[in-house]
């Protein structure tokens, strides 16, 4: 079992910036890969009716990016599926 947090979700509203998803994804990867669990993390995408532009890119992450949305979707809707085992990652990460 793990101590602390097995499942962490990140709801956010991160505009977009040069270079910036690469930071999220690994430090997204560096967490859960030292400590364990999944990162799910959800953004906003879209306008915000002034300056500001969401770029989406949706994850999870377990170690790895286990499923990602896309980055500057037109689409309304955007669904990210993963299915992770957390009894395995913990026992991976305590052997």
């Known amino acids: ?3 602390g ?3 962490f979700m990140n709801t956010s509203g991160s505009h977009h910036q040069l270079r910036k998803l690469d ?3 690994r430090d997204f ?3 859960t890969h030292s ?3 999944v990162y799910m993390y959800s ?3 879209g306008w915000d009716g002034g300056r500001l ?3 989406g890119c949706s994850c999870v992450v377990n170690g790895d990016v286990v499923a990602q949305g896309s980055q500057f979707s037109l689409k309304d809707v ?3 599926v993963a299915q992770i085992d957390l009894d395995a990652d913990a026992l991976s990460s305590l052997s």
């Open 1 to 3: 079992m793990l101590n």
């Open 5 to 7: 947090v097995e499942v």
């Open 23 to 25: 930071l999220r994804l």
């Open 29 to 31: 990867i560096g967490a």
């Open 35 to 37: 400590r364990g669990g």
């Open 43 to 45: 953004n906003r995408q």
């Open 53 to 55: 532009y969401y770029d």
């Open 78 to 80: 955007e669904v990210v």
